[in-house]
Nanobody, 117 residues
Framework: QVHLVESGGGLVQAGGSLRLSCVAS????????MGWFRQTPGKQRELVATVTSGGITNYADSVKGRFAISRDNAKNTVYLQMNSLKPEDTAVYYCVADGFGDEQPFWGQGTQVTVST
């Protein structure tokens, strides 16, 4: 079982930065990939960035060069450093954790990121 808690969201002006954190409480489960998705009202949830237990990262084209995902396995925490934020980055950001098999992923409750013009 995995419980994820995100933090770090907020209101920031365009061009600014935010750092999201997601702490995973794990019980009898081994996490492989962790990552971030985002969703705006009425829109599909989209991948932002992921990182596997082996350190392989993947980014949406829209955030490449601006966002950086990192992971601290000792703290069971994944981070998303968001730089050069744009208004179109405004969304609820969800942390996700997945196992090594075909398990259903675990999702956090989401944290709001709002980027003003």
């Amino acid at each position: 079982q995995v419980h994820l808690v995100e933090s770090g969201g907020g209101l920031v002006q365009a061009g600014g930065s935010l750092r999201l954190s997601c702490v995973a409480s794990v019980r009898e489960f081994k996490i492989d990939a962790m990552g971030w998705f985002r969703q705006t009202p009425g829109k599909q949830r989209e991948l932002v960035a992921t990182v596997t237990s082996g350190g392989i990262t993947n980014y949406a084209d829209s955030v490449k060069g601006r966002f950086a995902i990192s992971r601290d396995n000792a703290k069971n925490t994944v981070y998303l450093q968001m730089n050069s934020l744009k208004p179109e980055d405004t969304a609820v950001y969800y942390c996700v954790a997945d196992g090594f098999g075909d398990e259903q992923p675990f999702w956090g409750q989401g944290t709001q990121v709002t980027v003003s013009t």
